[in-house]
């Protein structure tokens, strides 16, 4: 078997892309008609651009500068897709919208310099506009635990991000995905569980690299697990650790390297 990668798939985003991965790794590797080589930079609570932590215990670099990026220019040319999802966390760690967008912006010009397909979901402000403030901070309290930003604060950073990256996204040709109110439950930022396989398939068919359904629950890991504690670089309390990449490597020839 020939298990040279057919794709190259870019996945950045938070905790919504590190519940999708099972699934998306799967409907990748299938419509690529062979293996897939993912490079993915997401986990709970993760920031685009500074070090965020989940629990008190576990901190990941920001996306923008992990290491991710170095390991993507030592890598041959390779036909590419990527996601940039799940921006908003670093509203709630009190960035302003405009130095999010610059985050957003610097991975965007990287990945037009790989000529990759980019697929870029915009706020869900559909939600959001309809969140009472005691919901916001419930949400607040469990997800972010010490993180005191207001949030009339929030609301209106979130509408200035979500025209900056509009702006964005068009100036580098992404294809924009807004997310919709249904999504969502009394949770403003994870998605329903009964509707991940219908969003994350919605998204997959925005690239015409990779645009046939996945099957519903399929998953490539089988009796494999993604690992808990797997990126390259990562702080655990307090203490630094890194991981040798791939983190997990399948029969096909398809990699997996979190970052």
Same mark, same amino acid.
């Given at each position: 078997?020939?298990?040279?990668?057919?794709?190259?798939?870019?996945?950045?985003?938070?905790?919504?892309?590190?519940?999708?991965?099972?699934?998306?790794?799967?409907?990748?590797? *299938?419509?690529?008609?062979? +293996?897939?080589?993912?490079?993915?930079?997401?986990?709970?609570? *993760?920031? &685009?651009?500074?070090?965020?932590?989940?629990?008190?215990?576990?901190?990941?670099?920001?996306?923008?500068?992990?290491?991710?990026? *170095?390991?993507?220019?030592?890598?041959? +040319?390779?036909?590419?897709?990527?996601?940039?999802?799940?921006?908003?966390?670093?509203?709630? &760690?009190?960035?302003?919208?405009?130095?999010?967008?610059?985050?957003?912006?610097?991975?965007?010009?990287?990945?037009?310099?790989?000529?990759?397909?980019?697929?870029?979901?915009?706020? +869900?402000?559909?939600?959001?506009?309809?969140?009472?403030?005691?919901?916001?901070?419930?949400?607040?309290?469990?997800?972010?635990?010490?993180?005191?930003?207001?949030?009339?604060?929030?609301?209106?950073?979130?509408?200035?991000?979500?025209?900056?990256?509009?702006?964005?996204?068009?100036?580098?040709?992404?294809?924009?995905?807004?997310?919709?109110?249904?999504?969502?439950?009394?949770?403003?930022?994870?998605?329903?569980?009964?509707?991940?396989?219908?969003?994350?398939?919605?998204?997959?068919?925005?690239?015409?690299?990779?645009?046939?359904? +996945?099957?519903?629950?399929?998953?490539?890991?089988?009796?494999?697990?993604?690992?808990?504690?797997?990126?390259?670089?990562? *702080?655990?309390?307090?203490?630094?650790?890194?991981?040798?990449?791939?983190?997990?490597?399948?029969?096909?020839?398809?990699?997996?390297?979190?970052?």
């Amino acid at each position: 078997m020939d298990d040279r990668p057919a794709l190259r798939a870019i996945l950045l985003g938070a905790s919504n892309l590190k519940a999708a991965l099972p699934s998306l790794l799967a409907g990748l590797r *299938r419509t690529a008609g062979g +293996p897939v080589e993912v490079l993915a930079a997401c986990g709970h609570g *993760r920031s &685009y651009g500074m070090w965020s932590r989940f629990l008190f215990v576990r901190r990941l670099p920001g996306i923008a500068d992990c290491g991710l990026w *170095r390991e993507l220019s030592r890598r041959p +040319p390779l036909p590419t897709v990527a996601l940039l999802t799940d921006v908003g966390n670093d509203l709630l &760690y009190g960035a302003s919208a405009g130095m999010i967008s610059g985050w957003v912006r610097t991975c965007l010009d990287r990945l037009a310099f790989q000529r990759a397909e980019v697929v870029l979901t915009l706020l +869900p402000l559909g939600r959001l506009e309809r969140l009472a403030p005691w919901q916001y901070l419930l949400a607040r309290s469990i997800l972010f635990p010490g993180r005191n930003v207001p949030w009339d604060a929030v609301r209106q950073e979130a509408r200035k991000l979500d025209e900056l990256l509009r702006e964005a996204g068009l100036e580098h040709e992404a294809r924009l995905v807004r997310p919709e109110a249904s999504w969502y439950g009394i949770d403003p930022i994870h998605i329903l569980r009964s509707r991940r396989h219908e969003v994350w398939h919605g998204i997959l068919s925005q690239w015409t690299l990779a645009s046939r359904e +996945p099957g519903e629950g399929e998953s490539l890991l089988g009796r494999q697990r993604l690992p808990a504690f797997g990126a390259e670089e990562f *702080r655990l309390l307090g203490f630094r650790f890194e991981r040798p990449q791939p983190a997990l490597r399948f029969d096909d020839g398809t990699t997996l390297s979190l970052f």
